[in-house]
């Protein structure tokens, strides 16, 4: 039996598995993100990941079948990874795959991690019924993947930028520098931002800072997000529903270009938010929807935070039908 | 050798033309769509100016190899359209195809009016060279066609309403009732409610509505809007700035989903204002652009007024390869 290696590197975290030939997880690991250094320290978390997650399935990484990476920044055949953003250092081209099979002892593929994550909801997830989709990974940024007629759709390599769809001329700044994208109102960064700011000069009460600090953690990750909205923290609610509105607008707007049969939700806020918030979003997508009347069907992640590393994998390998 | 008409049916005027088998044109006619009756109406206006086109063309509607339509509307398997917008009294299902292979003695098949056009210009015109485009069809709304991978791509059968991706949240009222579409701020239809109502009731000044009753129109055409730039008219500049903003973000919006190579713009509004206005539509998207340094191509339509005939005429034939 074959065992392969996965492993998705975020701007947050890297999240490791190692599967067998029907994908079941057989080990699993997480670090942080290294937030200093370059390339090759984060090279070097990822190396560590996988270990750890091999060392769980009781298997040496040298004896993998080959390990599916996926990753920010644009890809070359080689497996090198050029302007990785949110990555420390990274505006230059670094020999990924390369360094990693050197360091694992076994072959690595390099693939675009929303890409690969999309592809895993369509073959593995969420989207199995469906032969067109649209995966829109709400985190940090906002990320998308397309399927349609069954295959990833990319474009001249750069397709799935609905983090900058538009939704308000003349609206909000972007991390892009943009005006008015979607992840200007929706990505965790932005949202981050508009928070402080109606915190620190406008005075508007919030425990978010708190509910930081207490955490040890330096930004609001979307666990302080899920927290605040327990805890009925006004302005986290407030702020969330704007983020949703402008998803709504900006998903709906790829539908009625599009008309896929299904919308998967994912990423970190989306998976951890889950089912209540997908509903929100399909609701706030309703009044934009030209077909109102049959609307795609909206899905929360399958998969969850493993989607990435499972769809990496996907980069060397089908699973096999399970003969159960 | 073998001829074939072709029918565009548009909510101002139907066009109609026939062509050889290398589709050259060899007789063509326009007619003004009906305003009122229904469609058996519509229907003989269209079967009148298939037979003045081949009339035209020296030929009888009965020796043509077949007649192709693109028309508005849900088109079922049979050629029968239901709730076809913008013509009098069409809500319900009329059996065009059988309609007019009747009245004219020859088969008659029916495709949908973007589409056709949009796969006029990937095989005839501004498309050749291209594998993937978005045809943009700038008119009384905003009709929208995909090519992908050399094919069309129609979704669920209702792709392609780029007329109603939202420009800005809790924008303008769309004449389909939706807020902040990009057609609420670049179709004729809501140019004109626009340029009416700063003329009406704020006193901007403007001859767009003297043009119009001097060339005995009930409202702006598209001639209308070429002239009254022509006159330096300032309502008129600034209501076509007002909708090349919001074309810029929408098609923008687009392109940084799915990284077509090329952007056509066609349309009464995009074939009558032209070159200019590609490059000012081009302009407007830059900043909007997430690969912005490998911008899409932008084109005019090529085939102008006739691409929605052409493109019906491809519903039952491709063009033989011209041997000279």
Redesign the interface.
């Known amino acids: 039996m074959a065992t392969y290696g996965g492993i998705d590197l975020g701007g947050t975290k890297i999240q490791a598995a190692v599967v067998d030939d029907a994908f079941a997880v057989i080990g699993s690991a997480r670090r942080p993100t290294p937030t200093s250094g370059g390339p090759a320290d984060v090279a070097q978390e990822m190396e560590g990941a996988l270990r750890e997650a091999a060392r769980a399935a009781g298997v040496e990484p040298s004896s993998l079948a080959g390990v599916g990476v996926g990753s920010p920044g644009t890809i070359d055949e080689h497996g090198a990874v050029t302007s990785a953003r949110n990555l420390p250092d990274w505006q230059g081209t670094f020999p990924l795959a390369d360094t990693l099979a050197k360091a694992l002892g076994c072959r690595v593929a390099v693939g675009n991690d929303v890409q690969v994550a999309t592809d895993a909801e369509f073959r593995l997830g969420a989207g199995r019924e469906h032969g067109?989709l649209l995966g829109v990974f709400w985190g940090t940024g906002g990320g998308?993947g397309?399927i349609?007629n069954g295959k990833p759709?990319?474009?001249?390599?750069?397709?799935?930028?609905?983090g900058?769809?538009?939704?308000?001329?003349d609206?909000a700044r972007c991390t892009?520098g943009?005006?008015?994208?979607m992840e200007a109102y929706a990505g965790r960064a932005a949202m981050e931002r508009h928070v402080r700011k109606l915190h620190e000069r406008k005075g508007r009460e919030t425990d978010m800072f708190k509910l930081m600090r207490e955490h040890g953690s330096t930004r609001l990750t979307s666990g302080i997000w899920a927290r605040a909205l327990e805890h009925h923290d006004k302005l986290a609610a407030h702020t969330l529903e704007r983020a949703v509105?402008?998803l709504g607008?900006?998903i709906?707007?790829?539908v009625?270009?599009?008309?896929?049969?299904a919308v998967i939700i994912g990423g970190g806020l989306g998976v951890r938010l889950g089912h209540p918030y997908a509903e929100r979003i399909a609701a706030a997508m309703q009044?934009?929807l030209?077909?109102d009347q049959?609307p795609p069907k909206v899905h929360v992640a399958a998969l969850g935070d493993l989607g990435g590393a499972l769809g990496a994998v996907l980069l060397l390998a089908s699973p096999t039908r399970s003969t159960a």
Chains 1, 2 share one sequence.
């Open positions: 067109s998308g397309l349609l759709w990319t474009g001249r390599g750069g397709a799935g930028e609905i900058h769809v538009v939704v308000k001329i609206g892009c943009r005006r008015g994208c509105r402008a607008a900006g709906a707007s790829v009625n270009v599009l008309d896929v049969e009044p934009h030209f077909a049959r």
